[in-house]
């Protein structure tokens, strides 16, 4: 079984809908991360948690909000979609220290 | 702040040698990552360098100088699913998240 997985894999929804990307892990990992891929721009940080109770702002949050439900937990949530977050969403773990992260597979996220 | 180079594309030929750089220029050095990413997957861990010098590890190597805020990944006898980006990623501090470059895609050619 694989330690990152995210749901849905892919999504097709329309400009104004509120869409929920879910992310849980088995490794056991503190920090979890959301990451946002768009062609040649990289992996932007959206939002990290280094625990339950420790939420923080990446470089391009605007649009977008999460939760952590518990430590295996990690939703993102775009309140209203809009044409531009039309992306490739990650999410990531990494231990206590911050070092290597582990990805999720991703999510192919289209707003129409 | 965090500021990472890469070049954006390369293209080398199946057997050859082809060596990918990463500038940096960030607040504090912990620590360097590489990573693999086929198109449309998740990116995937290949080397990490905290001391200078040279991490082998089967067909790749990655370089560290800390002091030229420099890196590199070096690929040997490339093959065609090494066709991928390459992303760069540093921890500027013990406990901080990492600041990833934008990647360079490598495109293997026959």
Known sequence: D??????????ITKTGKRIMLECSQTKGHDRMYWYRQDPG???Q????SFDVKDINKGEISDGYSVSRQAQAKFSLSLESAIPNQTALYFCATSDRLGGEQFF??????TVL | GQNIDQPTEMTATEGAIVQINCTYQTSGFNGLF??????????????YNVLDG?????????FLSRSKGYSYLLLKELQMKDSASYLCAVSPFVGYQLT???????????
Do not use: C, M
């Open chain 2, 54 to 62: 040279l991490e082998e590890k089967g067909r790749f190597s990655s």
């Open chain 1, 41 to 43: 721009l990289g992996l």
């Open chain 1, 2 to 11: 694989a330690d990152v997985t995210q749901t849905p894999r892919n999504r």
């Open chain 2, 100 to 110: 990833f470059g934008k990647g360079t895609k490598l495109s293997v050619i026959p």
């Open chain 2, 34 to 47: 590489w990573y693999q990413q086929h198109a449309g997957e998740a990116p995937t861990f290949l080397s």
């Open chain 1, 104 to 109: 999720g597979p991703g999510t192919r996220l």
């Open chain 1, 45 to 48: 940080l959206i939002y990290y």
